[in-house]
């Protein structure tokens, strides 16, 4: 197999290939972008492709793209309406600008990374900056290598900026951590981002960053995505390595892109998928040519597609009717786009689908326990999954979720649990298999969140992303539009294994059909 670096070179050539060929196809520019030719291009709410055009052209470099985001960081994120997004600033990140300033002009760049600065969260390991999950418990907890896609990340060039705030472990939809404390909305300031990768969801919502990196264990990258007006991507099982994220159930937990755009999420996408022989789900992959997505940005991709509109996934009461009106109006900007709306009878109910399939409560204590052990000589002095609850030092709401994992030593042991992850699931798939097949469905949609998300204080309730993770089919979330009080409001595609090509043409042609991003006032 070629080298990581060499892998990268390929998808950016094509990547930039394919979006210049699209030409006509491509969306007018959006206010503020710059094809490059020298001219200055306005850094907020840039893609990744605009910043690389004025990076080749030489009116933007990687340190001072960097040191915006520093800046804005120390406007909005510590000051002004401290957002609260970043647990850690890297330190070192100007250097890592510069640095690959002087491999640019030397070399050319690597990918659509280079020197493009992006956000971590904070359950990621990195070999340089500490990984905390958010924990005071593992607060200085320092990995001896970086997570598999960290790495990847790294081979394409990117400027790790810092590590973002998370619901502590990744155990919550809300973003409040004991290390962390509580992010903010960017949209609304009394509002949770949505979890668990609000961090680096409200640094890129409030460009902060370029780019974020999240997980999802069962809503937790296209909660936030959907709550601060983003694209979220929750790939396919195995598209893209786990190894070296703290765990929170491997059964059901995934990474993936948070960025501003579909195109960003692709350039992302492409550069983190992979092989990896540290994470057995991501074996058939080996020796197989990567997809390589930017062919699939096509502004008229929902031109003749079958979309599924999943009604029972949309609510019934009162608090649910702003977000049934935007993604009825989503749906119906769908059908004016070209695509054919199929409405599904099938009453999945996603709370009993959680409560008869969830395996956090199983696989929390031995993995967390394996996590720790892993960190070696930079392990923290809480050793263990029982000692981290004993001590106390998690916020309060962790504490019920993890006394009823404490007995959990050998979950394979337990009937329930094999159940779970066996028949259970299977059915659960091949049910949503037959979904697409039997409706020659492209993708399935619904609102990724039935009601609002939550003020702060309050636990966030009626989110839709468990399909998509129990079964590991590929989803993304994308701008809806916003309630009257301008929150924003996501819409879900769901779709077949290994379709995210499919999924990307859908999502950006929607995009491109609605232009429903923009960003918050809190942050001009």
């Known amino acids: 197999m070629s080298s990581p670096c060499a892998l990268a070179l390929v998808p950016f050539a094509c990547f930039a290939a394919a979006v210049v060929a699209l030409g006509a196809c491509s969306h007018a520019a959006p206010k503020g972008e710059s094809s490059g030719g020298g001219k200055p291009v306005q850094i907020e709410e840039a893609t990744v492709l605009q910043l690389q055009s004025a990076l080749a052209a030489g009116s ?67 070999r340089d900056l500490p990984t905390t999950g958010g924990s005071t418990a593992f607060a200085g907890a320092q990995p001896q290598a970086d997570a598999f896609i960290v790495g990847k990340l790294r081979d394409a060039g990117a400027v790790i900026l810092g590590k973002g705030n998370l619901h502590e472990l990744a155990r919550a939809g809300t973003t409040v951590s004991s290390l962390g404390g509580q992010t903010l909305n960017p949209y609304d300031l009394k509002r949770t981002p949505g979890g ?66 579909v195109s960003d999420a692709a350039a992302v996408l492409e550069i983190i998928q992979g092989y990896d022989p540290r994470d057995d789900t991501t074996e058939a992959l080996r020796g197989r040519e990567l997809p390589r997505y930017g062919v699939s940005l096509d502004k008229n991709g929902l031109r003749g597609a079958r979309i599924g509109v999943l009604r029972s996934f949309f609510g019934q009461k009162p608090e649910h009717a702003e977000v049934n009106q935007v993604v009825a109006a989503a749906i119906a900007r769908m059908k004016e786009l070209g695509a054919e709306p199929v409405e599904l009878p099938l009453p999945l109910d996603v709370d009993k689908l959680i409560a008869s399939l969830d395996v956090q409560k199983w696989e929390s204590k031995t993995q967390i326990d394996a996590w720790l052990r892993e960190l070696g000589p930079g392990a923290p002095a809480i050793h263990s999954f029982d000692a981290w609850v004993a001590s106390g030092k998690f916020d309060k709401s962790l504490e019920k979720g993890l006394i009823a994992a404490q007995p959990f030593d050998h979950p394979e042991q337990d009937p329930e649990y094999r159940e779970r992850i066996g028949p259970r699931k299977a059915e659960l798939v091949h049910q949503l298999q037959a979904l697409l097949d039997d409706n020659k469905l492209d993708a399935i949609v619904y609102p990724h969140q039935k009601r609002l998300v939550v003020p702060i204080g309050e636990s966030q309730t009626d989110r839709n992303g468990f399909l998509a993770s129990m079964t590991g089919f590929p989803a993304i979330v994308v701008p809806a539009g916003f309630s009257s009080g301008g929150v924003p409001i996501g819409v879900e595609f769901l779709g077949r294994n290994f379709a995210e090509p499919t999924l990307f043409k859908l999502a950006y042609s929607y995009e491109q059909g609605t232009q429903n991003r923009r960003p918050p006032a809190s942050a001009p």
């Open 60 to 126: 933007l470099t990687s340190r001072a793209l960097t040191q915006h985001y520093l800046d804005r960081i120390a406007r909005y994120d510590k000051a002004g309406p401290k957002l609260n997004a970043f647990i850690l600033v890297n330190p070192r990140a100007l250097e890592e600008a510069d640095a690959l300033d002087r491999e640019r002009a030397a070399k050319g760049p690597r990918s659509p990374l280079h020197g493009i600065p992006v956000v971590l969260k904070d359950n990621m390991n990195t």
């Open 196 to 261: 668990s990768s609000g961090g680096p969801a409200a640094a890129v919502a409030a460009n902060l960053s370029s780019v974020g990196l999240g997980s999802d264990t069962v809503n937790s990258i296209r909660s936030p995505a959907s709550a601060c007006d983003l694209v979220g991507l929750r790939p396919t099982r195995g598209l893209v390595s786990r190894s070296g994220i703290i765990p929170a159930a491997l059964t059901q937990d995934a990474a993936g892109p948070i960025t501003r755009t």
